[in-house]
Every structure is written in structure tokens, then in C-alpha cells.
């Protein structure tokens, strides 16, 4: 089993992987369905804003995690990584993480909504052991 931290948003950086942390959904922010190039499958991903205590960030989610969040709801969220999109640090939940809904509450008043850890411009750390990607079209 993969030992995670418990972390709250203004604590993450590009290289934080494996963290639990506590945050409410505030708002949709995007919505975009699209076709795999390489395999051809069909996507669906899903950006929230979300926001604790110290934060906010966007939050990803990738097809059938796309469902398990509302708007306005606290949610504990489990094993997660952080991306670098653009320039702009996103919250990963991916296929090894979970989501579901806290015990308790954060109220909305309480989120510190004047840092947003996406705003802010950071360079993609160097990942080792990245698998390779497969090259189409019968280059070898």
C-alpha cells in the first residue's frame, strides 16, 4: 500500500504526489469530452475549483469521477497528485485516487479564496521513469 500525507492546498507543490486532503467544491470552472488520439476511446474531463481552509486549486477529473462530485459539497479526496497543465499547477485525482464526501463541512466562508495555487506560474518538474510513448504509423 502506498503511504500518503495529509496535506491542506496552500502546501502543495508541482512535485506532490500520494497526498489525502480535505476540500469544498465552489465552482465548475470547465467540462470538455474529446477522443484519444493514440487509442481512439472517448474522455470526458471535468475541472472544479476547490478550495480549504489556506486555498484553492483546480481539481481534475477524468470520466466516471466526473459524476462523484457536486458543487457546494466537502469532500474528503484520497491519494491524489499534482500536475502541471500550462504552467498552472492542477489537483489529480486519477485512477488510484478517491473521492468521497467528508464528515464534516467547510463552510464556504471560511475558504481563503485570495490564493489560488493554479494562478500561480511553475515550471513541470523533471518525472523519472516516464514510460515511453508508442510511436504509430509503423516507425519503429
Not at 27 to 38: N, P
Not at 48 to 64: C, H, Q, R, S, V
Given at each position: 500500500m502506498v503511504k500518503t500525507t495529509t496535506v491542506k492546498i496552500s502546501e502543495l507543490t508541482p512535485k506532490s504526489k500520494n497526498i489525502d486532503?480535505?476540500?469544498?467544491?465552489?465552482?465548475?470552472?470547465?467540462?470538455?469530452?474529446?477522443?484519444?488520439?493514440?487509442?481512439?476511446?472517448h474522455h470526458k474531463?471535468?475541472?472544479?475549483?476547490?478550495?480549504?481552509?489556506?486555498?484553492?486549486?483546480?481539481?481534475?477529473?477524468?470520466?466516471?469521477?466526473?459524476?462523484?462530485?457536486?458543487?457546494?459539497k466537502?469532500?474528503?479526496?484520497?491519494?491524489?497528485?499534482?500536475?502541471?497543465?500550462?504552467?498552472?499547477?492542477?489537483?489529480?485525482v486519477g485512477k488510484y485516487g478517491n473521492i468521497e464526501e467528508a464528515e464534516k463541512e467547510i463552510p464556504e466562508d471560511s475558504i481563503n479564496i485570495a490564493v489560488n495555487r493554479s494562478n500561480e506560474k511553475v515550471e513541470a518538474p523533471f518525472r523519472r521513469f516516464r514510460r515511453p510513448r508508442k510511436r504509430s504509423r509503423g516507425f519503429q
Open positions: 486532503l480535505v476540500a469544498r467544491v465552489l465552482k465548475l470552472e470547465s467540462e470538455r469530452e474529446f477522443t484519444s488520439r493514440r487509442t481512439g476511446e474531463l471535468v475541472e472544479f475549483l476547490i478550495g480549504d481552509e489556506t486555498a484553492t486549486i483546480i481539481m481534475t477529473l477524468w470520466d466516471e469521477k466526473t459524476e462523484s462530485v457536486e458543487v457546494g466537502t469532500y474528503k479526496i484520497s491519494n491524489a497528485f499534482v500536475s502541471v497543465f500550462r504552467g498552472s499547477m492542477r489537483l489529480n
